[in-house]
Nanobody, 119 residues
């Protein structure tokens, strides 16, 4: 089992910045992907950004160039630096970890942290 603890959400004005953190503990496989997803009311969770255990990075189209994902050297914590935030970035941000085993994976989610961009 894997536990994910998120922090760093809050209220920010348009154009501002926030930094999210997600600390993972438990059975973290050597080959894994960690990332952030955002869920808007009534919609599915969409990828914001992800980073693999070999540092491969992906970003959602709407955040490319504004958000930066990184992970610590131990590979157990990821960070999402969010700059130039706009109202459309508002939502619940969920941390995700996928342990990759050949052709299968085990997926875990955090409880989510609210990000609100408003003037």
């Amino acid at each position: 089992q894997v536990q994910l603890v998120e922090s760093g959400g809050g209220l920010v004005q348009p154009g501002g910045s926030l930094r999210l953190s997600c600390a993972a503990s438990g059975r973290i496989h050597g080959i894994n992907v960690m990332g952030w997803y955002r869920q808007d009311p009534g919609k599915q969770r969409d990828l914001v950004a992800s980073i693999s255990s070999i540092k491969t990075v992906k970003y959602g189209d709407s955040v490319e160039g504004r958000f930066t994902i990184s992970r610590n050297r131990a590979g157990t914590t990821i960070f999402l630096q969010m700059n130039n935030l706009n109202i459309e970035d508002t939502g619940i941000y969920y941390c995700n970890l996928q342990n990759i085993y050949g052709g299968s994976k085990a997926e875990f989610w955090g409880q989510g942290t609210q990000v609100t961009v408003s003037s």
